[in-house]
């Protein structure tokens, strides 16, 4: 049953370090002062009779007047006029998209309370990542500016409006330049608006650009192939993937639709048929796509141009000169098998790159047309216009505003000023404007140095559409009234260009049914319902590469030496964050990142022998002073995995004006990024300086131990395919059972889980997505630090690398330490196992922990006086203690301790109070709606009719939730899959979650 | 405690109405076509005319001196027609009245007609100097009904017996002193305190003092404790003198109309004002005021910034009304209205009893259409809950598909116990907690 492999979370568990073993004797990080109290002060003290006496009376009165109290009154306030749609306590849901994405919002009672998948949305419905479902909380957000700003002043719109309008005016009449500063824009009526703005003022022009910028693949393609586009790209097609620090299953492009793509070809309905993809990924930091890999080689940044000419000589036979790796003889020997790999499955395989230089990317192509990836793989026919950001304009616009040859610059979701990579000349620049106009929400770094603020709606309170791909749309419309007095920023437009029409929703509605619908033949009201219209994909066609590459190599080996020096920086979107756009998102602050599992804060992350060379420990404070002499000062995280000679930072943090709870939460490494041939590049050179200082990261990774039990199964696909049961400890001789507690029969229904660990690429977006639906409070650094964090459902990761000679001691191991380059990961999704043999359950004295005849481990809050007994006898540490109030205490204040962010709350979920501990419920409300809902149309529950919010979220269909009674249903089937095994079934607690064996594809005849 | 002053009122009530009628019929010998005129009036023109003010149709009080008797002979029974045929007064009085088009009303022949016209020409018969009483005992305010008459008869009582301890004492002595002037010497009463002491030293009367000390306390804090928080009878004042008994008994509106989310949602939801205006744009209750709308009507329009003699609605004037919530659960406990009175109906019928004609929410809410003003009339405790889940039996739910597939799985029921809930996991914390 026990394999050589060793899993741990964190180096501190691998190394057993002192303070590892000591906190992991406690259920609670901190010690209780129990012990002191009862030995000093406690009981050998004594309490003279006049203070007994005193304290006595004054208890008693206190008592007697807090009881003259009268009972609280409690108003009930119907609707004046109650919206024919609304039922009190019936949620309705519409239509919307977040970026391009379409999502099914949920509201109650008028006020939109989660996220969810939109099912309409064919092959695009791949689940919501952490963003979308933690979008729902920037809604309610009071860090959000209440009226319209005019030169520092609340004002109202018409005062904005009369100035606005003056001052466009003004500009156009003296020949200079107005200009709209925007994040892409694929919606079809914003553009429109645009038009009609620039119609009225030509001397507008709108500027795209992205934080985290695709230039250079659109580059590429228009230089290889005339379409500059960002391409579809289907990795559902390919069975062998190639990517070099692309993070596609987390923030390259559009993450949870790849990861649905990827997980197709990975799942257990995929292995069922015998079929698994393979996926090699060369890269410097350890990405959330390297952690999925079945080969993941850590390659130096300035090894990635030379790693892609050795590729494209091996596979074409190409005498590209710089294809050398020096002395990275790991990744010169997997490059050589990669390219044999790719001939072999021509036409199935897919390369990607995670690099903005146009130059890598046009190499790229070449690669993958020369193994035809082109008309399968990639399609460029239906390109996708989530990013079409273009660096040179923006940094010619820069040059613009600082030669004073702009009149007014309007800023429409975007932060220039935080995020451009030198916001001082930025902000130099900006100054040389005479009318700066912000459409922000609040007054964030850029809109702070505006004259106006025109507040724009949030999302939820817009109407609008997207059209994230070709021929694929989605429409926005608004889930509540606006909050505050904003105006969509579309509505300001319209408004200073004198439009006709200035209402936006006339707008959408008349340039859907003008321009799209006729020929379509479908109603507008179709479109709100579905929420999405798909025209017929055009048919993907082949394109050859036939250009030179000589002067590409020449440019990529040139980036590469200039970067070859030490130290070599990566800056990089991190899952939680992304590009900083939603910085005061508590959830999103509180969503462990997932490789790091570090929180609310951004970190340099290290190789462990690096760190030892450089003679740097965990959480020591380094100044990181970047080639441009922009530095910062940052805790550093030893990350096994990062690649020798390298050190990566996040992106998105180190906000300084965006609310309560982001403010000055890390650093800021946008000043890190380089304008390099005209595109942004994410790579740089850094020296590191240890400043002396210490800081804790709040990490959450060795939180919630499992003390080195083998709770991860794995096989690879070649043993799975001998045995599909390989790896599960199946067919072994186990102990013999012993049972402490009686069978109960559950004849209703069963609720199970199975969770595929195959399939699940660690995310996190159903932690958030849990989070939301569950009421479950932000806790802050400082809790998470004390090992406070309340998230019912985490993803635990495991880092482990294969030994080859038999068992090995500890010391064996540690003498290894370059082994922690190759680790290999698994995330493992752990939550309340629903065990029908609950350790918690005999422990609680007061039968707050119980067991359903559904099979379900329920917890009465009201009765729990918080012994935490429970939560020391859970051995899978899924329990939950209420520290704090946390919704009504000042200490919290950041997050959702005001009345406003309460509107968040779901209304059929009890907020916890202090003292009482919590856990997964398996959505238990969802259940009782299910079966309700099923009770009042009379008839039999149905397998589908109930799912999980984390379920729902899941973009990898990873978790798997329903019936085990009844045999047809989905989880019955997947239960019955060979791979199944459940987490410390030796301990016989009968856990309710099934957990498929991770399979990795890594041996493989190639490579015999 | 409740059922005393329930009766009290209902007596005084009775008492009122009594008298009320009495007076009427006295007064009301005379003028039997108006009489007759009243009621035709209320039952054919009173849902778009008043006399007194304008509703859809226009107010009628002074109509016999505005047009002549023999145009309204025609234009009552059918106005279209006289519009048709072109009559000059009708088309104008079509067009000074937004061209609404009156109803025809064929069945009313002449007699009747000239009734109705000596109706609005005498008006509403002012009732008699006694009556307003009659009114009064319906509206005005019951807030005092929570035991506090009972708190005063109990107060009297105490004090009466004071005064009779004390004028005993005064008369006893003032005997004394008489005695004493007359020279008969009295016998000394054993003072009061001696014999108290010599009592507390019989130990077997001690003892059974103690116990029934113990007894009486124990019972007391028993039923106090177990009753905390229990809030039965609960009648809080609500903003608008919203009377059940009147809507729901009286005028038999089916509680759906106004409270329809119980039958689909967990909030039964109390019904927003468009509702009541359904009904109250043209019921005014105005012949209970003189006239004038009823100030408890005049509520709702305030509340929604109506205005009845423009029929407009201005919205910056409205307000939200804040009731008084009667039924609180605390928040940890969920409640669903739809499955009970939707999916358990029959079986709650069945187990608490009720008539068919009676609406499944009195078993929970009781007789709501004698409640003049709301109160809490089940405990709303868990015990109470849990009593139910435990007793009722819902066999009959075996014709609801969903539940056929539960009950067919299981075992004890296959052995012929009764179903009841509980049976089916209905006492497990989680169904009711999360």
Redesign the interface.
């Given at each position: 049953m026990e394999s050589n492999k060793k899993y741990w979370k964190g180096l501190e568990e691998y190394n057993n370090t002192p303070d590892f073993v000591k906190n992991n004797k406690n259920e609670f990080a901190e010690p209780l002062p129990i012990e002191d109290v009862l030995n000093e002060a406690g009981l050998s003290t004594v309490t003279p009779r006049r203070d007994f006496l005193k304290a006595l009376g004054f208890g008693l009165g206190a008592v007697t007047l807090a009881a003259c109290q009268s009972?609280p009154?409690?108003?009930?306030?119907?609707?004046?006029?109650?919206p024919e749609e609304v039922?009190?306590?019936?949620p309705n849901y519409y239509t919307s998209s977040f970026n391009g994405q379409s999502i099914l919002v949920k509201t109650r009672e008028g006020r939109p309370i989660k996220i969810e998948p939109n099912p309409n949305a064919g092959q695009f419905n791949c689940g919501t990542d952490a963003r979308a479902q933690a979008s729902v909380l920037d809604l309610y957000d009071v860090s959000k500016l209440k009226a319209p700003v005019l030169k520092t002043k609340e004002t109202t719109w018409s005062e904005v409006d009369g100035f606005v309008k003056s001052e466009l005016a003004k500009a156009q009449a003296s020949g200079k330049k107005i200009r709209i500063v925007a994040s892409t824009v694929n919606s079809p009526s914003t553009n429109a608006v645009i038009a009609g703005f620039i119609t009225k003022y030509p001397a507008t022009k709108l500027v795209q650009y992205d934080a985290v910028s695709y230039t250079g693949i659109i580059q590429a393609n228009q230089n290889s192939f005339g379409k500059a586009v960002l391409p579809k790209y289907n990795f559902d097609k390919a069975d062998l993937i190639v990517s070099f620090g692309a993070d596609f299953l987390g923030t390259w492009i559009s993450g949870e639709e790849f990861t649905s793509q990827y997980t197709a070809n990975r799942n257990y309905k995929s292995l069922e048929n015998k079929k698994m993809s393979r996926h090699i990924q060369f890269e410097s930091g350890m990405s959330l796509t390297g952690t999925n890999a079945d080969t993941r080689v850590p390659i130096k940044l300035s090894e990635q141009g030379p790693a892609l000419i050795a590729l494209y000589n091996a596979i074409t036979g190409g005498a590209l000169p710089g294809g050398t790796l020096g002395n990275n003889t790991t990744a010169d020997k997997v490059i050589k098998l990669v390219a044999k790999e790719l001939l072999q499955t021509k036409g199935k395989s897919l390369v990607v790159c995670g690099s903005n230089d146009v130059s890598t990317q046009i190499l790229v192509n070449a690669i993958n047309a020369s193994i035809g990836s082109y008309g399968t793989t990639i399609d460029l026919d239906n390109p996708c216009y989530l990013y079409g950001g273009n660096d040179a304009e923006f940094n010619g616009l820069v040059a613009e505003m600082s030669r004073g040859e702009v009149g007014a610059v309007l800023f429409l979701n975007s932060n220039p000023a935080y995020d451009s990579i030198d916001s001082k000349k930025f902000g130099d620049a900006l100054a040389k404007v005479p009318t700066k106009i912000s459409f922000s929400d609040r007054s964030d770094e850029t809109a702070s140095l505006c004259d106006v603020v025109a507040i724009n709606h949030n999302y939820l309170e817009s109407w609008g559409d997207a059209n994230a791909y070709e021929g694929y749309y989605s429409i926005v419309q608004p889930t509540i009234n606006p909050v505050f007095n904003s105006r969509q920023a579309e509505e300001s437009l319209l408004v200073w260009a004198d439009a006709p029409v200035k209402d936006y929703y006339q707008f959408v509605r008349n340039n859907w049914e003008t321009k799209m619908l006729p020929a379509l033949g479908i109603k507008w009201d179709e479109v709100l319902d579905k929420g999405v219209v798909s025209v017929t994909a055009k048919p993907a066609g082949a394109y050859s590469f036939s250009l030179s590459l000589a002067a590409v190599a020449t440019s990529i080996v040139n980036s590469s030496k200039a970067l070859a020096k030490d130290v070599e920086l990566q800056v990089y979107e991190n899952v939680p964050m992304r590009d900083g756009k939603s910085a005061n998102n508590a959830f999103l602050q509180e969503l462990p990142d997932p490789v790091s599992k570090v929180t609310w804060d951004n970190y340099v992350a290290i190789a462990p022998k690096y760190a030892e060379k450089l003679n740097i420990k965990e959480f020591d404070v380094v100044t990181v002073k970047g080639s441009n002499g922009y530095s910062v000062d940052l805790p550093v995280l030893v990350q096994p995995g990062q690649a020798q000679g390298t050190v990566s930072i996040a992106l998105g943090y180190g906000r300084t004006k965006v609310g309560k709870a982001g403010n000055d939460v890390g650093k800021n490494a946008f000043p890190f990024v380089s304008f390099v041939n005209g595109t942004m590049q994410y790579a740089t050179t850094v020296t590191l300086t240890p400043t002396g200082g210490h800081y804790e990261l709040a990490q959450t990774q060795t939180h919630h131990s499992f003390e080195g039990r083998n709770v991860i199964r794995e096989a690879t696909f070649k043993e799975y395919l001998k045995n599909p049961a390989a790896g599960t400890g199946k067919g072994e001789e186990g102990h013999k059972n012993y049972d402490l507690w009686d069978q109960y029969?559950k004849?209703?229904?069963n609720w199970v889980m199975a969770i595929d660990l195959n399939a699940c690429t660690g995310c996190g977006s159903c932690i958030v997505a849990c989070n939301v639906e569950n009421n479950i409070p932000v806790v802050g650094r400082d809790e998470v630090r004390r090992r406070r964090e309340m998230h019912w459902i985490r993803i635990d990761r495991y880092y482990s690398y294969e030994t080859k000679d038999g068992d090995v001691t500890r010391e064996k191991e540690i003498a290894k330490l370059e082994d922690l380059d190759h680790v290999s990961v698994v995330h493992q999704p752990m939550l309340c196992q629903h065990c029908d043999h609950a350790p918690c359950e005999t422990v609680c004295p007061v039968l707050?922990t119980?067991h359903?005849?559904?099979g379900?481990n329920?917890?009465?809050?009201?009765?729990c006086v918080g012994t935490r007994y429970c939560a020391n006898n859970c051995p899978y540490k899924v329990r939950r203690f209420n520290w704090f109030n946390y919704w009504n205490d000042s200490r919290f204040d950041n997050y959702l301790n005001n009345e406003f962010t309460q509107l968040v709350l779901n209304p059929?979920?009890?907020?916890r109070s202090r003292g009482v501990m919590e856990k997964c419920?398996m959505c238990?409300?969802r259940i009782?709606g299910g079966?309700?809902q099923?009770?009042?149309e009379?008839?039999?529950?149905k397998d589908g009719d109930i799912k999980m919010a984390c379920q729902e979220a899941c973009s990898a269909n990873a978790i798997i939730f329903g019936d085990s009674?009844d045999p047809n249903s989905e989880v019955s089937k997947a239960l019955r899959s060979e791979r199944i095994y459940y987490v410390l079934e030796e301990i016989n607690v009968k856990p309710g979650i099934g957990y498929m064996t991770k399979i990795r594809n890594t041996d493989t005849t190639v490579q015999a | 405690m409740r059922d005393i002053s329930m009766i009290l009122k209902s007596v005084w009530k009775s008492l009122f109405l009594f008298s009320a009628i009495s007076v009427i019929a006295v007064s009301t010998v005379s003028a039997q076509d108006a009489k007759e005129g009243r009621t035709l009036f209320k039952a054919k023109c009173s849902s778009c005319h008043a006399l007194d003010s304008k509703l859809i149709g226009p107010a009628l009080t002074g109509v016999n001196d505005r047009h002549p008797e023999a145009f309204l002979l025609k234009w009552i029974p059918n106005s279209q027609g006289l519009v048709a045929s072109g009559d000059p007064a009708a088309v104008k009085l079509f067009n000074e009245n937004g061209k609404i088009a009156m109803t025809s009303f064929p069945e009313l022949d002449e007699a009747k007609v000239k009734s109705i016209l000596a109706y609005i020409k005498e008006g509403e018969p002012k009732p008699a100097a006694g009556a307003p009483g009659a009114v009064d005992a319906n509206t005005t305010a019951k807030d005092g009904v929570s035991g506090l008459s009972i708190v005063g008869i109990v107060a009297i009582v105490l004090i009466a017996i004071v005064i009779l301890v004390i004028l005993g004492r005064a008369s006893k002595l003032l005997e004394r002193l008489i005695l004493q002037k007359q020279g008969i010497e009295i016998e000394e009463d054993v003072p009061l305190k001696v014999g108290v002491r010599k009592m507390f030293k019989n130990k077997k009367f001690v003892m059974f003092f103690i116990l029934c000390l113990i007894i009486c306390l124990g019972s007391f804090g028993w039923m106090g404790m177990w009753n905390t928080g229990v809030?039965t009878g609960y009648q809080?004042v609500q903003p608008i003198k919203f009377s059940h008994e009147l809507h729901a008994g009286i005028n038999q509106i089916d509680c759906q109309y106004c409270h329809?989310?119980a039958f689909?949602?967990?909030?039964a939801?109390?019904?927003?004002?468009?509702?009541c205006m359904n009904c109250h744009k043209a019921v005014q209750a105005r012949d209970k005021y003189d006239g004038q709308i009823s100030p408890e009507i005049k509520k709702i329009y305030n509340?929604?910034g109506y205005d009845p003699e423009t029929q407009k609605y201005d919205e910056s004037k409205?307000k939200?009304?804040?009731?008084?919530?009667v039924h609180?659960l605390?928040?940890?406990a969920?409640f669903?209205h739809?499955?009970h009175v939707?999916?358990a109906e029959d079986a709650i019928r069945k187990a608490k009893g009720l008539q068919p004609t009676e609406p499944v929410c009195f078993a929970c809410h009781g007789p709501v259409n004698t409640m003049e003003e709301i109160y809490q009339y089940s405990p709303l405790t868990m015990k109470w809950c849990i009593n139910c889940h435990k007793e009722t039996d819902i066999s009959g739910q075996k014709?609801?598909?969903?539940?056929?597939?539960?009950i067919e799985?299981?075992?004890k029921i296959k052995k012929g116990e009764k179903i009841t809930p509980a049976l089916?996991?209905g006492l497990?914390?989680?169904?009711c907690?999360?």
């Open positions: 009972t009154l409690k108003k009930s306030i119907p609707y004046l006029v109650k039922t009190p306590g019936i029969e004849p209703g229904n707050a119980v359903s005849s559904d379900l329920h917890m009465a809050y009201n009765r059929d979920v009890t907020t419920s238990i409300q009782q079966k309700l099923a009770k009042i009379k008839r039999p529950l009674n | 809030h809080p329809s989310g689909k949602s967990k909030n939801s109390i019904p927003s004002l468009n509702v509340a929604l409205s939200p009304m804040e009731w008084v919530r609180n605390p928040d940890f969920y669903n739809s499955q939707v999916v014709n609801n598909a969903f539940y056929a597939k539960v799985a299981h075992e089916l996991g497990e914390c989680g169904k907690h999360y």
